[in-house]
């Protein structure tokens, strides 16, 4: 049983397109992440959602939108895909994020390649 | 402001070796947390420990050890008698709303 899924794994689009990751935890955790992970490997946050409500919201350009139907899923869908959006992108949970300290457990990652 | 730095970007080293992973931290709060993960070729980022600003003592689980030291903000990770499956890249982190990253350290065992 996978704990964090993400689909899909491996992307490859063209520049202008635009595409969605789905994320799904069987954790029963209540936030969820998104991470970009760049060619150097620099981890950064983008997005955190507790119980469908967004709480973080990280300086990420408006094309990226994600969408939490209910607090086991978070989406991403990213518009008009350009270049410097490929990368690794983790989806991620834990339980509460009021609570500091929880343990974040990730996904396995999704290669986006735009080219 | 919350840091982590991993100052080795890249170690080589040959099977059995022992190796160190250096993390230094930067934080003003008095109860933090910090944390290892693992990301092996395969892409996965991979939970290794997790550590409170409170729990000095070092901590050990088979071939890892984590040595916490407050005096020096420093959280290193030691694999003793390397294997190839340990290349990866480790990460250091610091929970900051929520975890801040290290730039990670390449480790390559050779065999």
């Known amino acids: 049983d996978t704990a964090v899924s993400q689909t899909p794994k491996y992307l490859v689009t063209q520049m202008g397109n635009d595409k969605s990751i789905k994320c799904e935890q069987n954790l029963g955790h209540d936030t969820m992440y998104w991470y970009k992970q760049d060619s150097k490997k620099f981890l950064k946050i983008m997005f955190s959602?507790?119980?469908?409500?967004?709480?973080i919201n990280e300086t990420v350009p408006n094309r990226f939108s994600p969408k939490s139907p209910d607090k086991a899923h978070l989406n991403l869908h990213i518009n008009s895909l350009e270049l410097g959006d490929s990368a690794v992108y983790f989806c991620a949970s834990s339980q509460d994020h009021r609570a500091s300290g929880n343990t974040i457990y990730f996904g396995e990652g999704s290669w986006l390649t735009v080219v | 402001a919350q840091k982590v730095t991993q100052a080795q970007t890249e170690i080589s080293v040959v099977e059995k070796e022992d190796v160190t992973l250096d993390c230094v931290y930067e934080?003003?709060?008095?109860?933090?947390?910090l944390f290892w993960y693992k990301q092996p070729p395969s892409g996965e980022l991979v939970f290794l420990i997790r550590?409170?600003?409170?729990?000095?003592q070092n901590e050990i689980s088979g071939r890892y050890s984590w040595n916490f030291q407050k005096s020096t903000s420093s959280f290193n990770f030691t694999i003793t008698a390397s294997q190839v499956v340990d290349s990866a890249v480790y990460f250091c982190?610091?929970?900051?709303?929520?975890?801040?990253f290290g730039k990670g350290t390449r480790l390559s065992v050779i065999a």
């Open positions: 934080t003003r709060d008095t109860t933090y947390y």
């Open positions: 959602y507790n119980n469908k409500e967004l709480i």
């Open positions: 550590r409170n600003s409170f729990d000095e």
């Open positions: 982190a610091l929970w900051y709303t929520p975890l801040v």
